[in-house]
């Protein structure tokens, strides 16, 4: 009996110390998700879970009400960030999410907006490799913790039993549980701090899936059914300084198979990408080509959802398909 007292208290000790760390971003919403002071002044949150971007406040585990300033966010990995003016509250102690293994007790923890702090017990039930998001979005580990997350708990923390917050908790389909790991959220925070948006590779062509012919498969002895057909050559662009041509069918870049304009989307997403001369293999006119692109940094465009604008359906990042669209990159 005594050594499940012990345990209690440690897991409410864990949730206490963890939880000062931990803020509602009141953001337009019903329900107030959380964020997790990540560094200092800078706050990371659900992209998903706001409604807005400008008038945003949160509120801090001393009960105070502040304002916060929008630095940024990435969609595709569901990371907000936002900046704290001269505001002295604690930081989070961040933990490195690849020691985690398939049984561990996890902790995520959620302020509301009143100030409350919440929290939920749970086990690590999934970890795997790094995985891409259904908007393309890289992220270095696949976690699922299995713990419910009731309104308000997305963008707040997931912490190992050493009280370490190893990544930050959104929604996966069907409600379920999903961890950002910390190294992705580590990768977003510094590039917006870097340059105030994401930087992602660009070719400067449309294009959509096709199918290959099984003649032509047959006669370039080719191990890939389907590539994507450039319908679009951006006058100046990477691929057209590259002699890229209308009805090019894009099979492999740099070395990896493409079957659709999503494979092409996460090759590009990586800023590593930008400014580096990559191998592309490509069919055309029925023969095999090889050229090198040098990849290039897709034109800036501020949110489609500006500040003040209503953001769109939440969660639809892990529920949009792929298949079938036409793109451009």
């Known amino acids: 009996m005594s050594s499940l007292l012990e345990l209690s ?23 107030s998700p959380s964020g997790i002071h990540w560094r200092q002044g800078i706050i990371v949150t659900s992209d998903e879970s706001l409604g807005r971007y400008d008038e945003i406040t949160v509120t801090l585990a001393d009960g105070r009400s502040v304002a916060a300033t929008h630095l940024g966010h990435d969609s595709s990995t569901d990371v907000a960030v936002f900046q704290l003016e001269n505001v002295e509250t604690p930081v989070a102690k961040i933990g490195d999410a690849s020691r985690l293994k398939v ?10 907006r009143e100030g409350d702090l919440r929290a939920a017990l749970g086990a690590v039930s999934v970890v795997s490799g790094a995985w891409r998001s259904m908007s393309g979005g890289n992220i270095d580990q696949f976690i699922r913790p299995d713990i419910t997350l009731y309104p308000g708990f997305a963008g707040g923390s997931l912490v190992d039993a050493a009280g370490y917050v190893v990544g930050m908790n959104t929604s996966g389909r069907r409600g379920t549980a999903l961890t950002i790991p910390a190294a992705t959220v580590n990768r977003v925070v510094d590039q917006l701090l870097a340059r105030g948006h994401i930087a992602r590779g660009y070719l400067g062509v449309g294009m959509q899936p096709v199918r ?33 041509l209308l009805g090019d ?12 304009t999503g494979d092409v989307m996460a090759l590009l997403n990586s800023s590593d990408r930008v400014g580096q001369t990559v191998p592309v293999q490509i069919v055309r006119g029925g023969v095999l080509v090889e050229i090198a692109i040098a990849v290039g940094e897709r034109p800036f465009e501020q949110s489609s959802h500006p500040e003040g604008a209503e953001k769109p359906d939440a969660y639809s990042h892990h529920r949009r398909g792929r298949h079938g669209k036409r793109g451009g990159r």
């Open 9 to 31: 208290n440690s897991l409410a000790d864990t949730v206490e110390q963890a939880g000062i760390a931990v803020v509602a971003v009141n953001a337009g919403t019903r329900f």
């Open 103 to 112: 049984g561990n007790l996890v902790l995520g923890i959620a302020r509301s």
């Open 212 to 244: 290959l012919p099984n003649n032509l498969i047959t006669a370039l002895n080719l191990t890939a059914t389907t590539g994507v057909i450039v319908v679009n050559v951006e006058s100046g662009g990477p691929a057209d300084n590259t002699g890229v």
């Open 249 to 260: 069918i894009l099979i492999k870049f740099d070395g990896m198979t493409v079957n659709d």
